[in-house]
């Protein structure tokens, strides 16, 4: 719900409450007439305009919960076939290269990809974050589920690693146990 939505709401209720409200000699007199009469009744000689009030006044917009986004940004259906692992490099100083391969069931072909190498915990066998952002296609394109082939390769910081966690629009979506130099 927006928070238009909810005051709208509120302020419906409390409309309906009032025009609900009878006072003593108005049971017949319809609510629209009520309400008129409240608001041109004159003031009396004596009475004397309330004093503004000092402290804050309900505010039911300002009350309601923040509005989530229940939307994922990650457009990934499904993945399968996720694999890491470190190729050796034919230069003596580098370890080697970390590359990591899967497939992601996406709503409709063309997506762009972009990987983001994330952070890593410097252990002796280290955890790898990995972001993989998928960017919609432009243009009018088929609706059909389609898997689609998505690696990343970069230089590697160990010889062995823990753990290669892949996240897609903020949540995890593959985490790929162990990643060890190929056979």
């Given amino acids: 719900m927006t928070k238009s939505m909810i005051f709208a709401a509120f302020s419906t209720a409390s409309l ?10 108005h049971e017949d007199a319809p609510a629209d007439a009520m309400i008129e009469e409240v608001a041109i009744a ?37 993945s399968r076939n996720w694999k890491a692992w470190i190729s050796p490099s034919p230069e003596s100083d580098t370890i080697g290269t970390l590359h990591v391969t ?3 069931q996406l ?26 952002d ?6 009018m394109v ?6 689609r082939q998505v690696s990343f390769s970069t230089p590697a910081i160990s010889e062995i690693y823990n753990a290669i966690i892949i996240n897609c629009g903020g949540d995890v979506l593959e985490t790929i146990n ?4 190929e056979d």
């Fill in 16 to 25: 309906l409450a009032l025009a609900g409200c009878h006072s003593s000699g």
């Fill in 42 to 78: 004159p003031m009396d000689d004596t009475e004397m305009p309330a004093e503004p009030v000092s402290e804050p006044i309900f505010d039911p917009v300002a009350e309601a919960a923040p509005e989530q986004d229940i939307v994922s940004t990650c457009p990934v259906m499904d």
């Fill in 102 to 104: 899967g497939q992601v």
């Fill in 107 to 132: 709503p409709k072909p063309g997506y762009g990809e972009t990987w983001t190498l994330g952070i890593s915990d410097r252990s002796m066998m280290p955890r790898q974050f990995l972001d993989l």
């Fill in 134 to 139: 998928l960017s919609e296609p432009e243009g």
């Fill in 142 to 147: 088929m609706q059909v589920v389609t898997w």
């Fill in 178 to 181: 162990s990643a060890e130099p």
